[in-house]
DNA sequence: GAAACCAGTCCCATCTGTCTG
DNA sequence: GCAGACAGATGGGACTGGTTT
């Protein structure tokens, strides 16, 4: 394992003294086009590469900023954090990646404490869920901190970006009754527990047209859970629209109304949620309210962006949904 | 922002000098009992927490691990980064992932930088693609790398986990010609172009049993591109069985069938690749290849300690794949 | 426990050269 | 034409937060 060479190579190489090549690296203090030159061959000579670790240590030139989450696999969770690996990588930033397990106090200040340690430029949180949410509390003041979530708060006052999802979740449930559905029934994701979302915006929706909300049904993120749930919606005659908190929920809603010998969407209507790639695969093809969330990565990045370099711009930002209309709505029968 | 305490912040708290606290914390030297109780009860009042670059610095003690991939969000991606991120918070390291977009020399060249000057304990390398098997050679000597693939290989002189894919191709193909089928038909996704893998073990198992295998087709990573290409097969009688690439591609395949007015399993069976947690909800449910994805993330980054930690242990590492049987496949029809 | 050291950055002093009077 | 002033470029050395001799 050969060892890399230091600034201190490049200057010998070069001729000149250490601080200048330093000032041609950080680009800050003009330096005579001679030695620029000289400096820059050398570099090139010696292949040389900053020590990131050093350079943090002395400057506070931090080049990493850190996501928080509690899952990096599921859909939404992996195209937020690629969302933010792409912005931060065309601004010269890597992403290290911590998942918090639970939402215990252990698990959050050791992953906190992890991510501290490692002075970063800025974290990212993903206050999808509990444990999200117990990060976003438990982080100091002392970095910048961005909340990428599914919805607005009040409560916390940090630069946020959100999905409009209880927008969407409204106009889907809306949709539904545009259809001539007496009510939809709703089963609703694990979520952080807080208002708003998904299953507020769905409520909102009945409510708004005089129509009492069911009790939804609270799946866990394992699909075949949403599916023993989605047995007992077939087998209740009238349930006619179901509102999934999403695709996977969806598609086990599907399955469960056909071996019902209910038909899709004959006799049920079903919207799910995200827009994955499975959406328009199933059959039949699934109206889902589209969510970017890659966008929501690159948006959430942007605005840690700026709450690093000081430059206070817009500090909450909200991406759109979309209902993305197919196979799985119809009009309500009889 | 308050600043974070140093080393010296404790040792003037606890009435120690800095080497001394400098001592409890590696638990390399000896301490007394007395003294290290009067350092850790200043660590916990001060709430000090080692600067990891300034220790990266000077004693060359790396607490991060780097993966690069083509993609992050991707099932078999975002699961193993899963895996890894989970062996690696286990053993105390941080995951910083870097993304190598497409296997152009400047692209890896950047990424490859990018990940040498943040001083890493080592690499890991997602070899599942183009982008990433051309990382794979970019990669200098000076690092611990390992690299997680689909396939053994005897080129690359380097510690691998990889996923015995070719072998469940195997398995997959002779289970349908066992079930009555004249030949199976494949869709493959993209590759590294190397030979391995699932085409190579579809074809084995093809000429095992005497038969020519017939032209497989080439999908991308869009579920659309291969749903094109599964209504080509479903167009053509004399395809009954069908070996995807993965789960989706199995999905579009069904989806094809469907519209075409063929049955499945009866007039078509379909084997996807994964196990993704839509397989069992799609209709029919798909059976499919197992991939057990996070285990090889977990295998990776036992290589890559090895290697850090200099104990030359096994050195190759294959994860099985396991057929799991459900309802899209069935006997040949007449 | 004192002192050296890791790889950088940055303050400050020095030096050069040009402009002004 | 020459001293003095001043701006810009350059190098010396202290410093960052730890570890190790």
């Known amino acids: 394992m050969g060892k890399a060479p230091t600034i201190a190579d490049v200057a010998r190489v070069a001729g000149v003294s250490v601080p ?21 061959r050398a570099i090139a000579e010696l292949g040389y590469q900053p020590n990131a670790a050093a350079r943090a240590l002395v400057s506070g030139t931090r080049s990493m900023v850190a996501v928080l989450a509690a899952n990096t696999s599921r859909y939404g969770y992996a195209k937020t954090v690629e969302g933010i690996e792409e912005a931060a990588r065309a601004a010269g ?23 501290l340690s490692h002075s970063v430029a800025g974290v990212i949180v993903l206050d999808f869920d509990e ?21 607005p708060s009040r409560a916390v006052k940090l630069p946020r970006a959100y999905l409009a999802d ?3 979740a409204r106009e889907a449930t809306s949709y539904l009754l545009s259809l001539g559905h007496e009510t939809v029934h709703h089963i609703a994701l694990p979520s952080s527990g807080r208002r708003g979302g998904r299953t507020a915006g769905w409520s909102a ?41 999403n695709d996977e929920v969806a598609a086990a809603v599907l399955r469960a109304m056909t071996e019902q010998g209910r038909s899709v969407p004959g006799d049920v209507s ?6 994955q790639p499975i959406a328009s695969l199933v059959t039949p093809a699934l ?48």
Chains 1, 2 share one sequence.
Not at 131 to 151: C, E, W
Not at 223 to 238: F, N, T, V
Not at 270 to 275: E, R, S
Not at 310 to 334: E, F, I, W
């Open 270 to 275: 079903v919207i799910g949620f995200d827009d």
């Open 131 to 151: 444990p999200g949410h117990a990060a976003v509390t438990a982080l100091p003041q002392t970095v910048p901190v961005v909340v990428a979530a599914a919805a």
């Open 20 to 40: 200048t090549v330093s000032r041609v690296l950080t680009g800050a203090i003009p330096v005579s086009a001679k030695r620029r030159e000289l400096v820059e």
């Open 93 to 115: 930033y890597m992403v290290v990646i911590t998942v918090v397990e639970t939402a215990e106090q252990d698990a959050v200040r050791t992953a906190v404490a992890m991510v």
């Open 205 to 245: 929706a009945l409510q708004a047209a005089g129509i009492r909300p069911p009790k939804h049904l609270h799946t866990t993120w394992d699909p075949l859970h949403a599916y023993e749930l989605a047995k007992s919606l077939a087998a209740d005659p009238s349930v006619t629209a179901v509102l999934a908190g």
């Open 166 to 168: 209880q927008r969407g």
């Open 287 to 334: 109206t889902t309210v589209a969510q970017d969330f890659a966008e929501l990565g690159r948006q959430s990045f942007a605005l840690l962006e700026n709450s690093i370099n000081g430059s206070a711009g817009q500090d909450t930002v909200s991406v759109r949904t979309q209902l993305v209309l197919r196979g799985s709505t119809g009009p309500r029968r009889n």
